[in-house]
Nanobody, 124 residues
Framework: QLQAYGGGLVQAGGSLRLSCAAS????????MGWFRQAPGKERDFVAT????????IYADSVKGRFTISRDNAKNTVYLQMDSLKPEDTAVYYC???????????????????WGQGTQVTVSS
């Protein structure tokens, strides 16, 4: 089970930190990803932290502004979002993947578990 929280309303240029707490899985063995879905659009990849020590992979649209990190002792993955833009407005979902190869982590298919989503709204 994945529980995402930390969303909210923020002005453009502001920051938010999302958290996703995992239970019922061997957290360290999973890649932990963040995806987002804006109204009327498809769900898009944002970032992922690979299993173990957690190498980070980012979508080009967030690179340099967002930082993904994980705390294996707390079974939690974080997404620090800085310099937020109105186009970052979306529902953000965390997800966990156990069987994957690096070339597929930007896709939804490898992720076995999904959180319920948390709304992020960035006002201009």
């Amino acid at each position: 089970q994945l529980q995402a929280y930390g969303g909210g309303l923020v002005q453009a240029g502001g920051s938010l930190r999302l958290s996703c707490a995992a239970s019922g899985l061997t957290f360290r063995s999973y890649a932990m990803g963040w995806f987002r879905q804006a109204p009327g659009k498809e769900r898009d990849f944002v970032a992922t932290s690979t299993r173990g020590s957690g190498g980070a992979i980012y979508a080009d649209s967030v690179k340099g502004r967002f930082t993904i990190s994980r705390d294996n002792a707390k079974n939690t993955v974080y997404l620090q979002m800085d310099s937020l833009k109105p186009e970052d407005t979306a529902v953000y979902y965390c997800a966990a993947a156990n069987r994957y190869i690096i070339s597929t982590v930007r896709l939804s298919a490898p992720y076995d578990y999904w959180g319920q989503g948390t709304q992020v709204t960035v006002s201009s």
